[in-house]
């Protein structure tokens, strides 16, 4: 045996009349500070050992001569390295058990005390959020060993027992059918405040997303800043990335928050960060907890107080309002999947029920989510917004299997007229699919924009004009189908700017078209005319007459024969439209 390289011999692990079996150790050697052990290649008998521990061995230098063993000194080696081999197993080696019980710290099973009291909140521990949106043994979890920065304030048995994560647990795991970086913060940790571990673990996960493109999915629940981390040297901490790095991921990858107890300051900033937000019933949102709003001097409220979930599902922060933290959970899940491409074709809905969405009556109110589910794959609608700008909905939903977003005008509401609210929704939704790919069905049936010195009041000209700018930068295709009605600069708001905007433009049977409401037209067109009858049954008669013309002008017919739509379609066939439209992309 000759030295593979320049070293220092430190050990003999054989002596001459040793016989060892092929793979035995038998010499250690020394360079720059690593041990290199050298083993038998075959079965041999050692005759000679040539160097004394501690000597200097130049490369190529011979160490040991060795004979072929004999077949007894094979059995004999042989039966040595078997029993070595079958020794009873101890467990884990003393470095990795150190490893495994320090991990142990971090588990919900090591705090039973807190996860009872969690759990008597019917609430989920932060470790079970992740557990119920990832795949089962998909989640590996950054920086789990963090504490939180209070060594010189608090002991460690301290910190690992009672600031496990520093209570943010963050990673990458596979939500459906890709991997997204997961966080949760950790309500049961220093009330979910924001530590500077916490921080740093936050920005090296949004980093990695940045850097891999990965969708993130956020549970905000707890407080701002902490102030009891003195570990760190630093005032305010305002030089934090956290909030600027969430919010570089916008418009870049899907993000996805969710919130199910107390969520206040940088919490809440994280959260409204996010496409699309879930909130359980039991949640508040606020950008100051009672603390702050009292330091602040506006007085003194409870935490139930301050962004109830009523309030924020109706001003437009909630866009999924849900029972519990399971169903938040199921929601996220399915709000992330609509960006993650085509999937196999869900089940086609009975096309004839849309024949009896609208009703014959045409100033009779109805329920147009019908015209939505009846369109989209079966249960595979989610409502977004429905508390906030109610004279539209605005859905995720797939169509023979592709992602797409709905818009549905609401007759229900303001008869179905886009208000500074409904213009906002929008909006926004619109940015939403375009940024991510998703085509956009738009259901029209609308009198057009509210108007009036109240909605005026609302800001409603900026709310239309940015709609507008949205539209006009669309790069995703858009479908436009009006139900009934479709007036005035309202309906070409609906429709992507204008009727040929949209790849197609088509009108059920019951649709009806006009520069505004045709009783509107009627009174302020006709004005002269009906002014010179008798006030009466006469001049009704009159405007009942001439609103029949107009009507009959603007109807779906009449606006398909000069090329104003591209079809009248039945009802039935609009989901075969959807799909030869979108079949080619």
Same mark, same amino acid.
Request: hydrophobic letters at 45%; glycine letters at 12%.
């Given at each position: 045996?000759?030295?593979?390289?320049?070293?220092?011999?430190?050990?003999?692990?054989v002596?001459?009349?040793?016989?060892?079996?092929?793979?035995?150790?038998?010499?250690?050697?020394?360079?720059m500070?690593?041990?290199? @052990?050298?083993?038998?290649?075959?079965?041999?008998?050692?005759?000679?050992?040539?160097?004394?521990?501690?000597?200097?061995? *130049?490369?190529?230098?011979?160490?040991?001569?060795?004979?072929?063993?004999?077949?007894?000194?094979?059995?004999?080696?042989?039966?040595?390295?078997?029993?070595?081999?079958? *020794?009873?197993?101890?467990?884990p080696?003393?470095?990795?058990?150190?490893?495994?019980?320090?991990?142990?710290?971090?588990? /919900?099973?090591?705090?039973?005390?807190?996860?009872?009291?969690?759990?008597?909140?019917?609430?989920?521990?932060?470790?079970? +959020?992740?557990?119920?949106?990832?795949?089962?043994?998909?989640?590996?979890?950054?920086?789990?060993? %963090?504490?939180?920065?209070?060594?010189?304030?608090?002991?460690?048995?301290?910190?690992?027992?009672?600031?496990?994560?520093?209570?943010?647990?963050?990673?990458?795991?596979?939500?459906?059918?890709?991997?997204?970086?997961?966080?949760?913060y950790?309500?049961t940790?220093?009330?979910?405040? #924001?530590?500077?571990?916490?921080?740093?673990?936050?920005?090296?996960?949004?980093?990695?997303?940045?850097a891999?493109?990965?969708?993130?999915?956020?549970?905000?629940?707890?407080?701002?800043?902490?102030?009891?981390?003195?570990?760190?040297?630093?005032?305010?901490?305002?030089?934090?990335?956290?909030?600027?790095?969430l919010?570089?991921?916008?418009?870049?990858?899907?993000?996805?928050?969710?919130?199910?107890?107390?969520?206040?300051?940088?919490?809440?900033?994280?959260?409204? !960060? !996010?496409?699309?937000?879930? =909130?359980?019933?039991?949640?508040?949102?606020?950008?100051?907890?009672?603390?702050?709003?009292?330091?602040?001097?506006?007085?003194?409220?409870?935490? /139930?107080?301050?962004?109830?979930?009523?309030?924020q599902?109706?001003?437009?922060?909630?866009?999924?309002?849900?029972?519990?933290?399971?169903? %938040?959970a199921?929601v996220?899940?399915?709000?992330?999947?609509?960006?993650?491409?085509? #999937?196999?074709?869900g @089940?086609?809905?009975?096309?004839?029920?849309?024949?009896?969405?609208?009703?014959?009556?045409?100033?009779?109110?109805?329920?147009?989510?019908?015209?939505?589910?009846?369109?989209? /794959?079966?249960?595979?609608?989610?409502?977004?917004?429905?508390?906030?700008?109610?004279?539209?909905?605005?859905?995720?939903?797939?169509?023979?299997?592709?992602?797409?977003?709905?818009?549905?005008?609401?007759?229900?509401?303001?008869?179905? =007229?886009?208000?500074? /609210?409904?213009?906002?929704?929008?909006?926004? +939704?619109?940015?939403? !699919?375009?940024?991510?790919?998703?085509?956009?069905?738009?259901?029209?049936?609308?009198?057009? +924009?509210?108007?009036?010195?109240?909605?005026?009041?609302?800001?409603?000209?900026?709310?239309?004009?940015?709609?507008f700018?949205q539209?006009?930068?669309?790069?995703?295709?858009?479908?436009?189908?009006?139900?009934?009605?479709?007036?005035?600069?309202? %309906?070409?708001?609906?429709?992507?700017?204008?009727?040929?905007?949209?790849?197609?433009?088509?009108?059920?049977?019951?649709?009806? +078209?006009?520069?505004?409401?045709?009783?509107?037209?009627?009174?302020?067109?006709?004005?002269?005319?009906?002014?010179?009858?008798?006030?009466?049954?006469?001049?009704? =008669?009159?405007?009942?007459?001439?609103?029949?013309q107009?009507?009959?002008?603007?109807?779906?017919?009449?606006?398909?024969?000069?090329?104003?739509?591209?079809?009248?379609?039945?009802?039935?066939?609009?989901?075969?439209?959807?799909e030869?439209?979108?079949?080619?992309?």
């Amino acid at each position: 045996m000759r030295a593979p390289l320049q070293a220092q011999l430190v050990s003999w692990l054989v002596k001459p009349g040793d016989t060892v079996a092929a793979g035995q150790p038998l010499v250690i050697l020394e360079a720059m500070k690593m041990e290199h @052990e050298l083993r038998a290649e075959g079965a041999v008998r050692v005759t000679d050992i040539l160097l004394a521990e501690g000597e200097t061995v *130049q490369e190529g230098e011979l160490l040991m001569r060795a004979a072929p063993a004999t077949l007894a000194d094979n059995l004999a080696a042989n039966s040595a390295q078997t029993g070595a081999a079958t *020794q009873p197993d101890t467990g884990p080696r003393p470095d990795l058990q150190a490893v495994l019980d320090r991990h142990a710290f971090t588990l /919900d099973a090591a705090r039973p005390e807190a996860m009872a009291k969690r759990h008597g909140l019917g609430q989920r521990s932060a470790r079970e +959020f992740i557990a119920s949106v990832c795949e089962p043994d998909s989640f590996i979890e950054y920086g789990a060993l %963090a504490v939180a920065a209070q060594r010189s304030r608090r002991s460690d048995a301290d910190l690992q027992k009672n600031t496990p994560a520093d209570g943010l647990v963050g990673g990458i795991g596979q939500v459906g059918a890709a991997s997204a970086v997961v966080m949760a913060y950790d309500a049961t940790v220093l009330a979910g405040t #924001q530590g500077m571990r916490n921080h740093q673990k936050t920005d090296r996960l949004l980093g990695v997303a940045l850097a891999q493109k990965l969708p993130v999915l956020l549970w905000a629940e707890g407080g701002g800043g902490r102030p009891g981390d003195v570990d760190m040297p630093i005032v305010a901490g305002l030089h934090v990335g956290t909030f600027a790095a969430l919010a570089r991921l916008s418009g870049q990858v899907p993000l996805i928050g969710a919130t199910g107890g107390r969520c206040f300051a940088g919490n809440a900033a994280l959260l409204g !960060c !996010c496409d699309i937000v879930i =909130a359980t019933r039991a949640s508040n949102i606020g950008m100051g907890g009672p603390a702050m709003v009292e330091g602040g001097g506006l007085g003194v409220f409870k935490p /139930d107080q301050i962004g109830p979930s009523d309030v924020q599902h109706a001003n437009g922060v909630i866009d999924v309002l849900v029972d519990d933290e399971v169903q %938040a959970a199921a929601v996220a899940r399915q709000a992330l999947s609509y960006f993650q491409g085509m #999937q196999p074709a869900g @089940e086609a809905p009975d096309p004839q029920a849309l024949r009896d969405v609208v009703p014959e009556n045409r100033l009779r109110a109805y329920d147009s989510r019908a015209a939505v589910t009846g369109l989209a /794959d079966v249960g595979s609608v989610l409502w977004l917004r429905e508390g906030y700008g109610r004279s539209l909905h605005t859905a995720l939903a797939r169509v023979a299997g592709r992602p797409v977003g709905v818009v549905a005008s609401n007759p229900q509401h303001l008869g179905g =007229a886009v208000d500074a /609210d409904a213009a906002e929704k929008l909006t926004r +939704f619109l940015r939403l !699919c375009d940024t991510h790919g998703l085509p956009v069905v738009s259901l029209v049936d609308t009198p057009g +924009f509210m108007v009036g010195p109240d909605a005026e009041a609302t800001g409603l000209v900026r709310r239309v004009g940015d709609l507008f700018n949205q539209t006009a930068r669309l790069r995703v295709p858009y479908l436009a189908v009006v139900l009934r009605k479709g007036y005035g600069l309202g %309906a070409m708001g609906l429709t992507a700017g204008g009727f040929h905007a949209p790849v197609f433009t088509v009108a059920w049977p019951t649709g009806e +078209f006009g520069a505004m409401g045709l009783e509107g037209a009627v009174r302020l067109g006709f004005r002269k005319e009906l002014e010179g009858v008798p006030e009466g049954p006469a001049r009704e =008669a009159l405007f009942e007459q001439l609103l029949a013309q107009q009507y009959a002008a603007g109807s779906a017919t009449n606006m398909a024969a000069t090329l104003e739509i591209d079809a009248v379609i039945d009802p039935a066939d609009t989901r075969r439209w959807v799909e030869r439209a979108l079949g080619a992309r």
